[in-house]
């Protein structure tokens, strides 16, 4: 069983920049693809960037490209998600979650998730 906490949330002005964190335990995180999630009020929790469990590989959603960078350090077993020029319509509730085998872009593809944590941008 794997737990994933996230931190790093918070409020910042458009254009700003933050940087989650999700550290996991209780399990071999060297084994995981991590993806990392958001939702919106009244709107579907939707894939943001993904991560293979070697670092090799990553993937981001249209709307992220070029903005925001996911990595992770596999012997602190915590996967990053480093946000620039944050703009209004990327606050949410972000989420990082854990499956085996390769990345997916579907929510329902992964095992284990974190609680969440917020992130709102001010105009």
């Known amino acids: 069983q794997v737990q994933l906490v996230e931190s790093g949330g918070g409020l910042v002005q458009a254009g700003g920049s933050l940087r989650l964190s999700c550290a996991a335990s209780g399990g071999t995180f060297s084994w995981y693809a991590m993806g990392w999630f958001r939702q919106a009020p009244g709107k579907e929790r939707e894939f943001v960037a993904g991560i293979s469990w070697t670092g090799g590989s990553t993937y981001y959603a249209d709307s992220v490209q070029g903005r925001f960078t996911v990595s992770r350090d596999n012997a602190k077993n915590t996967v990053y998600l480093q946000m620039n020029s944050l703009k209004p319509e990327d606050t949410a509730v972000y989420y990082c979650?854990?499956?085996?085998?390769?990345?997916?872009?579907?929510?329902?593809?992964?095992?284990?998730w974190g609680q969440g944590t917020q992130v709102t941008v001010s105009s």
């Open positions: 979650a854990a499956r085996n085998f390769a990345v997916s872009t579907l929510k329902g593809k992964y095992d284990y």
